[in-house]
C-alpha cells in the first residue's frame, strides 16, 4: 500500500497537460507498429502458457527421460529465440 501511494504521489507531480506528439511519431506506421508488437506479445504468452501446460500435462517430471529432455529443447528453441527474434524485427522494422 505505501509504494502504490508513493507512485500516486510521483505522477501528480507532474502537469497534466496534453501535448502534442512530436512530428516523427505523427505517423499511420506508430498505430501499426504497436498492434503489431501487442499482438505478438500476446502470441507469444499464450505459446508460452500452453507449452508449459503441455510440458508438464506428458512428462514425468520424477524420472529424466530423452523424450523430456528433447521436449524441453524443442519449446525453449521454437517458442523462446524464434519469437524473441521477430520480436526484434517487428520492433526494430516496424
Avoid at 525453449?76 to 527474434?85: A, P, R, S
Wanted: net charge neutral; hydrophobic share 55%; charged share 5%.
Amino acid at each position: 500500500m505505501p509504494i502504490s501511494l508513493l507512485i500516486l504521489g510521483y505522477g501528480n507531480a507532474f502537469s497534466n497537460e496534453v501535448s502534442p506528439l512530436v512530428p516523427s511519431l505523427q505517423s499511420n506506421w506508430l498505430t501499426i507498429h504497436v498492434i503489431t508488437v501487442a499482438a505478438s506479445s500476446v502470441i507469444l504468452s499464450i505459446v508460452f502458457v500452453t507449452g508449459v501446460i503441455y510440458l508438464l500435462s506428458t512428462l514425468d517430471t520424477h524420472k529424466k527421460s530423452k523424450s523430456a529432455s528433447s521436449l524441453e529443447a524443442v519449446m525453449y528453441f521454437l517458442v523462446v529465440v524464434i519469437g524473441f527474434i521477430l520480436s526484434l524485427f517487428i520492433i526494430i522494422y516496424i
